[in-house]
């Protein structure tokens, strides 16, 4: 048994000229507890209360007043739907349970009917508020959604507006309490409650009845204090709120824009360093602070090298020292708690008590109050800001002053990663750009390089096969044409490998301090080591005072250099001439080798692409000296490897030629 129509709905049918109001759960309970107050006040006499409650749990925190009503008035109704205890019952007062299902579970009412006041409030709660809020809790569980609950409805004095929504809610108390049939009679006679039907008579004046008016038409007999005071308190009380909550909106307003303003300085850039410099000023400028360091820290640190730093004038310097973490208690609090940490006064702090040397740090740089929040990113710890307030008074932090620290250490946090990936992505860039070149050189060697030696191995073996009766010699040579082409094959590809390796940086360096001398003797001894007895290499000396200083390479490479430029010197200079290899200082900081040949030069304007990948002068058909065409292009790749220079000097055809590089001196 349930009644799904509105009560609202009926009495605004009966009411044509009434027009519903639209009011907060705020504004409802001020006026019901103001219209309860009047009550209270024992100004009226024996008053008809009719209270319905849409849920039991909003009555429950009512029940109390109800309880102090009851002495009022032996006709007190309340209504709602039950959830746990609520039943229909007689103890102080009418209790009526309906139906969770009745259209009342939707509507809010409360009527008051004196002799010489009546009153009522007749609302139903918005169902879009109903839905909205319930998203928004979803959203935000912890919003306070009830109060800005909405309702439609009516507030009035009107007595027959009034009379006639007793009426109504009296049908429905009967339905639900049918034993309650007399006392309910004996309230409609004694107010004269549905004998009002005709009587509504939408004149203007009624229509638009100010609260003025209202106020008017109860003062006449009865005193309306009660009712007034109890809504100026709730209209102080809600001012008050709304005041507060302009404060604090307007604080978080100016900490937002504060906010955005830093963190839009601090992304400007994508280099890290740049982020904590333009971080350290911003911050320091915008709050005050006597001085503002930021540094890389992490979690395991024991201490950490100060390099951003923001001084407010007459303030010493901290930029360059070295700070102790490990017995901070400032810096162990965070890392306990994962959160800011904060001296209020370093003076009388007791954490300091145990820690002399930071309390002696504080002490040498002024700090007074000092705080510390760490700047995290996904709960990696990336480092550290600290704000010093150096006063001869404890600095008095303003509200929400740590939060924006903390909003300012987060996005500190996202500038840095943001500029760490893109650093990364640089990398990524060159070691793709280095990849690239690689597979340009492999397209480069497979098509022009492998080629020819490939097919003159495969002639060579088909005519092996194909002719058994080929003589002897025949064979022979092509048996060693085979065999040297595939030789050939074999060095094109390491030295292939090697440059692209040196090129996209894959090699690891081992620098270390070197005699010249020495290097050359190993490289020359490589060389004879590879001379048979019947190909005649030119005459080779050295020029190396003992005096030059010792340099600093990757031994290993620095050989590789002289090895292959003696190689090319021997190629290319017939075995009656002469090489020679000389070492001198450069500048400072270097030292310049040269190889020299007597040999077949070369053209002024091939001096530069020598150096070039498979450059060749004779081209790729006619090697006559073999080789591979990527000496040099190796040999460059090596000496810039180590900061150095290198290149080519000739005077022209057949007037020898020399090869130079530069070497780093070791610094003694
Ligand atoms: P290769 O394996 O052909 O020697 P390199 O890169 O070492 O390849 O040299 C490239 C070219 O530079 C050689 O083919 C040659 O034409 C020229 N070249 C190198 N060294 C000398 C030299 N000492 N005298 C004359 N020409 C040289």
Redesign the pocket.
């Known amino acids: 048994m349930s009644i799904s129509t509105s009560v609202l709905s009926e009495l605004l049918q009966a009411v044509p000229y009434l027009r519903p109001q639209l009011y907060f759960k705020a504004s409802l309970t001020a006026l019901s507890h103001a219209m309860e107050d009047q009550v209270l006040a024992a100004t009226l006499e024996q008053p008809l209360v009719i209270a319905s409650f849409q849920r039991e749990r909003f009555y429950r925190q009512e029940a109390h007043r109800y309880q102090r009503l009851a002495l009022r008035s032996n006709q007190i109704y309340v209504l709602s739907a039950p959830e746990t205890d609520f039943a229909n019952s007689s103890e102080y007062y009418e209790k009526v349970a309906f139906e969770p299902d009745d259209g009342l579970s939707q509507e809010w009412h409360l009527v008051v009917i004196a002799n010489n006041y009546a009153t009522c409030l007749v609302c139903r709660e918005s169902l879009g508020s109903v839905a909205k809020n319930q998203q928004l809790r979803e959203i935000s569980p912890s919003l306070d959604m009830d109060t800005s609950r909405r309702f439609e409805g009516i507030w009035t004095s009107e007595r027959g507006v009034s009379l006639k929504a007793a009426d109504l809610l009296l049908n429905r108390i009967s339905v639900y309490r049918p034993e309650l049939t007399d006392k309910i009679e004996e309230a409609r006679q004694r107010f004269e409650i549905g004998e009002y039907k005709e009587s509504f008579s939408p004149t203007p004046d009624e229509a638009s009845a100010s609260v003025g008016e209202i106020i008017r038409n109860f003062s006449c007999d009865i005193d309306t204090d009660p009712f007034v005071q109890r809504l100026v308190t709730y209209l102080q009380a809600s001012q008050y709120k709304l005041h507060k909550a302009y404060r604090s909106i307007s604080a978080q307003a100016r900490k937002e824009r504060l906010v955005n303003s830093i963190s839009t300085a601090i992304r400007r850039s994508l280099n890290p360093e740049e982020v904590l410099k333009v971080a350290v000023q911003e911050l320091g400028q915008h709050l005050g602070a006597c001085r503002c360091i930021v540094y890389r820290a992490q979690k395991t640190d024991t201490q950490a090298k100060i390099e951003h730093e923001f001084l407010n004038s007459g303030v010493s310097s901290v930029r360059g020292k070295t700070w102790q973490l490990h017995n901070n208690p400032l810096f162990q609090e965070i890392i306990i708690k994962g959160d800011g940490a904060y001296f209020a006064d370093t003076e009388t702090d007791e954490r300091l008590i145990s820690s002399k040397s930071t309390a002696n740090l504080a002490k040498k740089y002024s700090i007074r109050s000092w705080l510390m929040e760490p700047v995290v990113f996904q709960g990696r710890m990336l480092g550290i800001v600290e704000l010093h307030y150096c006063g001869s008074k404890p600095h008095q932090a303003f509200p929400g002053e740590f939060d924006l620290v903390e909003a300012v250490a987060t996005q500190i946090g996202a500038a840095l990663i943001q500029a760490e990936a893109y650093a990364n992505l640089e990398d990524l860039n060159q070691q793709l750009e280095a990849l690239d070149r690689t597979r340009r050189n492999l397209i480069a060697i497979t098509g022009h390089e492998l080629r020819t030696p490939l097919s003159t191995i495969q002639v060579c073996l088909e005519s092996l096969s194909t002719e058994p009766d080929m003589p002897a010699e025949l064979r022979q040579v092509m048996l060693n044409t085979a065999l040297s082409d595939s030789d050939r094959m074999r060095k094109l590809i390491q030295?292939f490998l090697t440059l692209s390796n040196l090129e996209s940086g894959r090699i690891e360096w081992h620098p270390e301090t070197l005699t010249l001398q020495e290097c050359i003797d190993l490289a020359i001894s490589r060389i004879s080591a590879r001379v048979n007895s019947e190909t005649q290499i030119p005459a080779i000396e050295t020029e190396v005072s003992d005096s030059l200083p010792m340099v600093r390479a990757d031994g290993d490479w620095l050989v590789e250099v002289l090895a292959?430029?003696i190689?090319?010197?021997c190629?290319?200079?017939p075995p009656q001439g002469a090489i020679t290899i000389k070492g001198k200082r450069n500048g400072n900081q270097m030292v310049e080798v040269t190889?020299a040949?007597t040999?077949?030069?070369?053209e002024p304007n091939?001096l530069e692409i020598?150096?070039?990948?498979?450059?060749?002068?004779?081209g790729a058909l006619r090697?006559t000296?073999?080789?591979?065409?990527?000496?040099?292009?190796?040999?460059r790749q090596i000496v810039n490897g180590w900061g150095g220079k290198i290149w080519?000097e000739?005077t022209g055809k057949d007037k020898?030629?020399e090869?130079h590089f530069t070497v780093p001196l070791a610094v003694s």
């Not at 020598?610 to 004779?618: A, I, L, M, R």
Request: net charge neutral.
């Open positions: 030295d292959k430029l190689d090319n010197a190629k290319f200079t190889v040949d040999g077949r030069g070369i091939r020598v150096f070039d990948k498979f450059y060749q002068e004779e090697r000296a073999g080789g591979t065409g990527l000496g040099l292009a190796i040999c080519a000739s020898g030629s090869f």
